[in-house]
């Protein structure tokens, strides 16, 4: 009878251990920052981080963590205007094809015993040249190489000035390198520690990295050596330190956030958002006193796609394409379903808050209208219970079932068809649904990353059109657009761009996310911004 229980005791074992090395951790990095609570930013990371390295943040959970530690040589702000970071200025010339850059003097890598004497440098140009060859070398395999698609070449002019050219002119190009990808490294540290530089991060920005114990805490320090300054020409960080844990769901996440342990919860997920929210989006008032709630456009636009290509008569029909758009309530969906949190998209597939944008190209709720469309279909198909197939995964069931329930009332038959993300990724891209539910986050803050999509030389697998839209028309005004380097004159090609796209109806666009942040009334300084991009260097804690 002993001998089966032995298992059981290692497992108790075990278990206990890692308890108390958890709860270690925990008390000493408490009894460490107890005094200086109100400089340690706290919040948690429920989907874990893979890498600490720049050339891999691909996930916003690496992105928040590595823009802590890394810049770039330039970086966008709030209101998504390009601005310097080590790069004062910069000059573009050769009908905008050549980008020419001056860096800054004073910024230098956090401190390392590998520099030697100093245990710290400066950056110079030379610095980004290697940077910028390791994103694009094979046996690194960053999957941020293909930012530099658009580049013919790059390199150090000397320790001060480096230069870009690129293959054509490309208007967004700016925006690419503002992403965390073109992080500049230093050469000496990451060829010290190879593919362990994930966990050994050396870089520039206003935090250094302290401590990583994978899946329980991360810890960063303030870089006390940090270049950048306030208006008031005080030094930037204000913190002392950022704290990251790793609970692993969302519920317990704002359990703690409730509870004050951690003073940030981005996002609202269905475990708390009936909880902290009214129906109409108002913070409720057990949570008024102790919690901000700020929010605004995200650059993500939901939306249901049509398979262009398909063989099913519904699908290639343009009227029934238009019920399904003219069918349902998105105003009354983002009520019920998000707590009034989305804006429902009226607009085009260009998401509000990016130039181009337009609310007077989309459709708006018309079920007389909707009906009279199928009904239309019917007669002149001769197809008398038309039927299409939603195909999503288990997060946005619900959305799909509202719209169901709406385009049933207009004599469409749909059903919803719910698959695992994994097996939905590869069957839109290869052209295996006739209807899927998707979303585009923004890669780069310009519009034309969303008209992509449209442009018929990118038809997936081989890139981002997964409807198979093809418009002459189209493709003319998108190549055209890279070479206007006027931006109003850019702007109005993209709208005319995705008011086309809108009229020929390949998707039905539901509605443009928000980023909502919820804090402790005691931060101030944290912003929003539509890429949801977490900057703490302005943070404070009273």
Avoid at 190 to 215: L, Q, S
Avoid at 305 to 334: H, P, T, W
Avoid at 378 to 402: A, H, M, Q, R, V
Wanted: hydrophobic fraction near 35%; proline fraction near 5%.
């Amino acid at each position: 009878m002993i001998k089966p229980l032995l298992p059981n005791l290692n497992a108790l074992i075990y278990y206990f251990t890692i308890s108390c090395l958890a709860l270690c951790l925990f008390c000493c990095e408490k009894q460490a920052t107890k005094n200086n609570d109100h400089l340690v930013f706290r919040y948690n990371e429920h989907k874990n981080i893979g890498s600490l390295d720049p050339a891999f943040s691909k996930d916003l959970a690496d992105i928040w963590a590595t823009n802590q530690l890394f810049n770039g040589l330039v970086e966008m702000d709030d209101s998504l205007n390009v601005k310097p970071s080590i790069a004062k200025h910069w000059i573009i010339t050769d009908s905008a094809k050549t980008y020419t850059f001056t860096l800054r003097h004073d910024v230098w890598f956090h401190k390392h015993h590998l520099f030697g004497k100093d245990s710290t440098r400066t950056v110079t140009a030379y610095d980004f040249e290697y940077s910028f060859n390791r994103l694009i070398n094979p046996k690194v395999a960053s999957p941020g190489s293909w930012v530099l698609n658009k580049v013919k070449s790059f390199k150090a002019i000397n320790d001060s000035t480096f230069q870009i050219q690129l293959k054509q002119p490309f208007p967004a190009f700016l925006g690419l390198l503002t992403m965390k990808y073109c992080s500049v490294v230093p050469k000496e540290i990451v060829e010290h520690y190879g593919n362990d530089f994930r966990a050994n991060p050396i870089g520039t920005g206003p935090f250094k990295f302290k401590r990583w114990e994978e899946n329980i805490k991360l810890v960063f320090r303030k870089n006390h050596n940090y270049f950048e300054t306030d208006s008031k020409g005080k030094k930037l960080p204000y913190l002392e330190a950022v704290a990251i844990t790793f609970l692993p769901d969302k519920q317990s996440e704002f359990l703690q956030f409730a509870q004050g342990n951690i003073d940030y919860v981005s996002g609202l997920d269905a475990s708390y958002k009936d909880e902290i929210l009214t129906a109409k989006g108002v913070l409720r008032n057990k949570y008024i006193k102790d919690v901000n709630m700020i929010r605004a456009p995200y650059l993500n636009t939901e939306y249901l796609a049509f398979y262009m290509d398909s063989n099913v008569s519904e699908i290639q029909s343009k009227l029934l394409r238009q019920a399904v758009n003219y069918g349902f309530d998105r105003k009354k969906m983002m009520t019920y379903l998000r707590n009034g949190i989305g804006i429902p998209a009226n607009g085009g597939f260009i998401p509000k808050g990016l130039p181009g944008y337009n609310d007077a190209i989309g459709y708006n709720y018309q079920p007389e209208k909707a009906k009279q469309l199928v009904t239309q279909f019917k007669t002149e198909t001769g197809i008398t219970t038309p039927e299409i197939t939603i195909t999503t995964t288990s997060n946005y069931l619900s959305f799909c079932e509202y719209i169901q329930r709406e385009l049933q009332k207009t004599g469409l038959t749909v059903t919803v068809d719910v698959i695992p993300a994994a097996t939905l990724k590869d069957a839109k891209a290869n052209g295996k649904l006739d209807m899927f539910r998707a979303s585009w986050i923004a890669d780069y803050p310009d519009a034309e990353n969303y008209l992509s999509l449209y442009y018929s030389k990118n038809f997936a697998p081989n890139g981002p059109n997964y409807t198979h839209f093809s418009s002459r028309v189209f493709d003319q005004l998108y190549e055209q657009a890279f070479t206007e380097t006027n931006t109003k004159a850019r702007e109005l090609l993209y709208t005319k761009m995705d008011s086309l796209v809108m009229q020929e109806t390949p998707v039905v666009v539901m509605f443009y996310d928000e980023v909502v942040r919820f804090t402790r009334k005691n931060v101030t300084g944290l912003g929003i911004n539509p890429t949801n991009l977490l900057d703490l260097k302005r943070v404070r804690k009273n």
